[in-house]
């Protein structure tokens, strides 16, 4: 097995842009199937989060998800494909990671691995950031607004995630409620 090092080209893929898929009725279902189960929690990117008591960088609750739903008539799916280059660099990655943990004794460390594998999706996060700053948030941005209320919810663990990693940014179909959209209290 040939040992991965994160070449400058590897990070150079995985920081260029990729492609976005837009649904303009977002799959909540598939959001909360994978949430927290073989994926991580999402994260609040969007610029306008702030104003809407969400601080970027915090975790969705997807309670709190519901109810942005619920009070903005839907959610929609911008879901951002890192570049191919990127995407085939992080799954053989995960592949030789695998490869390694089948064998005795172990080339490296689990934490070589995982600091390896969070070192390459970080790239990858990143230009997601960058795509929901400057391409979904631009029609806001581009009039001084601070952008929009956005939940990204990343897929790159599952077995679908890893198949052709990929990351969610949901956001309300109507980008400028009339007021902040609240947290609904929880029903005890």
Not at 19 to 37: P, V, W
Not at 53 to 77: F, K, S
Not at 166 to 171: E, G
Request: a negative charge; charged letters at 25%.
């Amino acid at each position: 097995m040939t040992i991965p090092e994160l070449s400058p080209e590897d990070l150079a893929a995985s920081a260029r842009p990729g492609a976005i898929q837009i649904n303009t009725a977002a799959d909540i279902r598939h959001i909360a199937e994978h949430t927290g189960l073989d994926e991580p929690s999402g994260t609040w990117t969007g610029g306008a989060c702030p104003r809407h008591g969400r601080p970027i960088g915090t975790d969705v609750d997807l309670g709190d998800l519901g109810a942005v739903y619920r009070q903005t008539g839907g959610l929609v799916d911008v879901t951002w494909y890192p570049e191919p280059a990127a995407a085939e660099a992080y799954k053989m990655l995960l592949r030789q990671w695998g490869e390694d943990g089948a064998h005795q004794p172990h080339q490296h460390p689990f934490d070589w691995w995982a600091q390896r594998a969070e070192a390459m999706w970080s790239y990858i996060w990143d230009a997601n950031y960058r795509a929901v700053t400057g391409i979904i948030e631009e029609p806001s941005r581009s009039k001084g607004g601070e952008g929009y209320l956005v939940a990204s919810f990343e897929h790159n663990s599952s077995a679908h995630g890893l198949e052709r990693p990929h990351v969610h940014n949901l956001m309300p179909r109507k980008r400028e409620p009339a007021g902040p959209v609240t947290r609904e209290r929880q029903r005890t």
